[in-house]
C-alpha cells in the first residue's frame, strides 16, 4: 500500500481570510486534520480554519505538546506525534497539520516532519502569512528597506540587550514570561520611541500598541513586538 502524505500546512497568525487558497484545498482533500493541543482549553488553529470551512466531517488529532521547557519531555511529545501521524500514513490516508503563522518560523511541526522525513515519509510544507508580516502591516510600517537587514529574534534564552542593539529592524516573539525583562530593557536602551506592538493579531482581541508607553507588561503569549 502506498503511504499517505503528511502536509505542513500554514494558517496565519489568526484571521480566517489570510489562510491561502492552497492550504485551503489541503485542508479539504484531507480526512485527517492534526493539530498542536498543550492539553488545556480548545485549539487556536482549529478555531481559526473553523471559521473558513466545515470540519465537522474530518477526523482531528490532537498532538499534544506540553508548554514546557524540560527537553525530556519535549522529545517524548514530538516522538508521540510523529507516531501517531505515521499510523495514518501507514493507512495510505494524507494528514493536514495545522501551524499558526508559517510552519518554518518556531513551529512545533518541524520537530514531526524531522522524525518522518528521518524514516522515508512523505512530507509537503505549504507556506502562508506569518504573524509579524501581519502584524507590520497592522502598524502599517515597514519591516526592512534597501539594506537595512531584518532579524527574527525569541525573546527568551538571549541576550536581550546585545540582540537588541543589532543594526536594522527586530522582530521578537516567543516573548510570554519575558515581556517586563523586554520593557525594561528597552527603556535602558532609549528605544521607547521606536517599538511597536500587535497582540493576538487577526483575532478577536487583536490590541494595537504604537509606543513602549502603551505597554502592558501582561501582554500575551501571542504578541509580536518590533523594533525599529
Sequence with gaps: MEKGTLYGVSIGPGDPELITVKAMNIISKCKYIATPHTGT????????????????????????????????????????????????????????????????IFSTFAYTMDQLLEKNYNVEVIPGVTSFCASASKLKIGLTTMNDPLHIIPATGIDLKEALQMPGSKVLMKIGRSMPKLIETLKELNLENNVYAVENCGLENEKIYNSLDEFDEKMGYFTIVVVK
Aim: proline share 2%; hydrophobic share 45%.
Design 41 to 104: 482549553g480548545d485549539s487556536l488553529a482549529l478555531s481559526i480554519v473553523s471559521q473558513a470551512t466545515d470540519l465537522s466531517q474530518k477526523e482531528i488529532m490532537l498532538l499534544e505538546f506540553p508548554m514546557t521547557k524540560d527537553k525530556d519531555i519535549l522529545a517524548k511529545s514530538h516522538k508521540d506525534a510523529a507516531d501517531s501521524i505515521a499510523k495514518v500514513l501507514d493507512e495510505g490516508e494524507d494528514v493536514a497539520m495545522l501551524n499558526l503563522g508559517d510552519v518554518t
